[in-house]
C-alpha cells in the first residue's frame, strides 16, 4: 500500500494508495526510518477508520503540481515537438510547485538559478515559455486565473553586473566556406537520399524537421512551391523552389512511390528523427573537413543566398524563411550593403 523512494536530492518520498481514498497520499521524509514510520501511522490509521478528514476530501484541482498537470496535458496536442524535451526539464526543475501558488517570487528565483548554470538567455526564454504555454491551458481549464510567467518584466532573461557573470546569446553566422559544399558532395556521392536532403536544405532555407516531415501532397510542381502546414512557429508557409530544388525533387519523385520524400520518418516519432539525421550530419560533416558547421547553420546560408541572389525585400524573403522577427533578417541586410558598397567607385 505505501511506497517509499529516494529522490536524487537524498530525501525520501513516501506515496499511499488505498481503495478507500479518493486521491494517493504523499509526503517527504528527511531519512529511510522516519519515512517507514510515518507510513506505518497513516497505514494504521486507515485500518482503524480513524484517518484525518483532510486526507478524505478529494483533491482541488487548484492544487495540481507542475509536474502532475504536465503529466495530464503533455500528449493533449497542444504542444510542438520542441516544447516536450522542454517539459521533462522543467518538470524535473519546478515540478513539485502548485500551479495556484506559482509567484513572481518563485520565478525569479528559477530564473536566478539557471544563470548561475549559466545557461544563455535564449535557454531561459525557452524553458520559461514551454511553462507559460502549460500554464495556458490551466488558465483556459479555470485551474488558475492568471498566468504569471506571461506577467514577467521584458528583459528577464538578460544578464546583469548583479549576475556575477555576462552571458549572452550566441549568434550563429556560420557559412558555407569555398570548397565546403564540393566536399560534403563528395562525401555523400554514395547517399544520394542524403546528398538530395543537403541540396535542398541549402536552396530551400527550410528547417531539418521541415525537410525531414514532407510529403508528396505538400510539393507543386505547377507552382513550384512547398505548402508547409506545420511549422515551429505554428505558422503556415509557402517555399518557393529554385530550379535545383525542384530537379531533385522531380528526380525523387521518378524513383519513388512512398508519401515521404525522404525515408527518414517512418518511425513516426519527429524528436527522434531530428536526433538521428543530426548525429549522421556531424559524422558527414567532420568526413568533410568542415569543422562548426551545424545542419542549422545550412538554413543560415541559404538565407544569406536569398539575399544576395535576389533583389526580395525583407518582408518577402521572411515568408519564404518563416522568421516572424524582422530584427531577426535585420543582420542579413548588411550583406546587400556589403555588395552595394563593392559596386561603387
Not at 212 to 221: G, H, K, R, S, Y
Amino acid at each position: 500500500m505505501a511506497h517509499i523512494r529516494q529522490r536524487k536530492s537524498g530525501t525520501f518520498e513516501i506515496t499511499i494508495k488505498h481503495a478507500s481514498l479518493p486521491r494517493p497520499i504523499s509526503a517527504s521524509a528527511d531519512t529511510e526510518e522516519a519515512a517507514r514510520a510515518w507510513a506505518k501511522k497513516i497505514e494504521a490509521q486507515i485500518k482503524a477508520g480513524t484517518l484525518p478528514q483532510e486526507y478524505l476530501i478529494e483533491k482541488p484541482k487548484t492544487l495540481y503540481t507542475i509536474q502532475g498537470f504536465i503529466g495530464e496535458v503533455i500528449h493533449s496536442g497542444h504542444f510542438s515537438a520542441s516544447d516536450k524535451p522542454l517539459l521533462k526539464i522543467i518538470s524535473t526543475e519546478i515540478g513539485n510547485w502548485h500551479l495556484a501558488e506559482i509567484s513572481q517570487k518563485h520565478l525569479s528565483d528559477w530564473i536566478a538559478k539557471m544563470k548561475q548554470r549559466e545557461l544563455t538567455p535564449g535557454s531561459i526564454k525557452k524553458r520559461v515559455g514551454a511553462l507559460a504555454r502549460t500554464l495556458d491551458i490551466a488558465l483556459y481549464q479555470e485551474i488558475i486565473t492568471i498566468n504569471p510567467p506571461r506577467q514577467l518584466p521584458r528583459g528577464y532573461a538578460t544578464y546583469g553586473e548583479n549576475d556575477g557573470v555576462i552571458v549572452t546569446d550566441e549568434e550563429r553566422s556560420r557559412r558555407l566556406e569555398p570548397g565546403e559544399e564540393k566536399r560534403i558532395r563528395d562525401v555523400l556521392k554514395n547517399d544520394p537520399d542524403f546528398d538530395d536532403f543537403f541540396v535542398l536544405a541549402i536552396e530551400s532555407a527550410m528547417r531539418l524537421s521541415e525537410i525531414a516531415t514532407l510529403t508528396w501532397d505538400q510539393v507543386d510542381p505547377k507552382k513550384k512551391t512547398i505548402f508547409l502546414e506545420k511549422t515551429k512557429n505554428g505558422d503556415k508557409r509557402q517555399v518557393p523552389m529554385s530550379s535545383i530544388a525542384l530537379e531533385v525533387l522531380q528526380k525523387r519523385r521518378k524513383n519513388q512511390k512512398d508519401d515521404f520524400v525522404f525515408p527518414y520518418f517512418s518511425d513516426k516519432n519527429r524528436v527522434r528523427t531530428s536526433r538521428r539525421i543530426s548525429n549522421y550530419w556531424a559524422r558527414t560533416a567532420k568526413r568533410a573537413q568542415t569543422p562548426g558547421l551545424h545542419f542549422h547553420d545550412l538554413r543560415h546560408e541559404a538565407t544569406c543566398r536569398l539575399y544576395e541572389r535576389t533583389t526580395l525585400t525583407d518582408v518577402q524573403i521572411s515568408l519564404i524563411t518563416g522568421h516572424k522577427d524582422p530584427r531577426m533578417l535585420r543582420r542579413y541586410s548588411n550583406l546587400r550593403g556589403s555588395m552595394l558598397a563593392e559596386a561603387l567607385w
